[in-house]
């Protein structure tokens, strides 16, 4: 059973760059949340995808978008990156309306943004 | 908006002590709550959580937690910790009705040998 996958796990880019980040969710999930954490804090929730639709949104500038394809994967996109993205980005994965809805989360993604 | 507080920062433990980690939330209406770990080199995985129903819950290797409503609290607790517990565990609320996730800052434990 595979659990959330996330690429790549590193990357390096520069102030006022483009990125693109990707998650799969576990199997049997529909829901893809995407979280920022940065170095000594807990993770941030940045918004949510379900039915291909952002569904909650934290509280994040525009610059932060995303997309969540028919396969429920999902991609972050972030623009005009400034020195603070750098951070590890967490994808999460759940099923929407479930019992108890849990998130489980991926190894996350690195950025460090010079 | 609903906040989640996490009373240390870091704490240091011998092998066999017992752990006992705060976790108090903000938020005027039911909720969902969860204790999360984050062993060194690996990623966050789900220790235990609470929906309804007992207020003391069991999760994986060995660890509890107990909800007091009346407190808005959410303590972990372990009574005899491992080298193997070395991680930092975040404490995370869910409004009943939503599935996003309020983290704490995290508690680093560090368990000696």
């Known amino acids: 059973d595979a659990g959330v996958t996330q690429s790549p796990t590193h990357l390096i880019k520069t102030r006022g760059q483009q990125v693109t980040l990707r998650c799969s969710p576990k199997s049997g999930h529909d829901t893809v949340s995407w979280y920022q954490q940065a170095l000594g804090q807990g993770p941030q929730f940045i918004f949510q995808?379900?039915?291909?639709?952002?569904?909650q949104r934290g509280n994040f500038p525009d610059r932060f978008s995303g997309h969540q394809f028919p396969n429920y994967s999902s991609e972050l996109n972030v623009n005009a990156l400034l020195l603070g993205d750098s951070a590890l980005y967490l994808c999460a994965s759940s099923l929407a309306f479930g019992p108890q809805e849990t998130q489980y989360f991926g190894p996350g993604t690195r950025l460090l943004v010079l | 908006a609903q906040s989640v507080s996490q009373h240390n920062h870091h704490v240091i433990l011998s092998e066999a002590a017992s752990l006992e980690l705060g976790c108090n939330y903000s938020?005027?209406?039911?909720?969902?709550l969860f204790w999360y770990v984050q062993y060194p080199g690996q990623h966050l995985q789900l220790l235990l959580k609470?929906?309804?129903?007992?207020?003391l819950v069991k999760g994986i290797k060995g660890f509890e937690a107990e909800f007091i409503k009346s407190k808005f609290s959410f303590n972990l607790r372990k009574p005899s910790v491992q080298w193997s517990d070395t991680a930092e565990y975040f404490c995370a609320v869910q409004p009943s009705g939503y599935s996003t996730l309020t983290f704490g800052k995290g508690t680093m434990l560090l368990v000696s040998p």
């Open positions: 938020y005027g209406g039911t909720v969902n």
């Open positions: 995808y379900y039915e291909e639709e952002e569904r």
């Open positions: 609470y929906f309804s129903g007992d207020p």
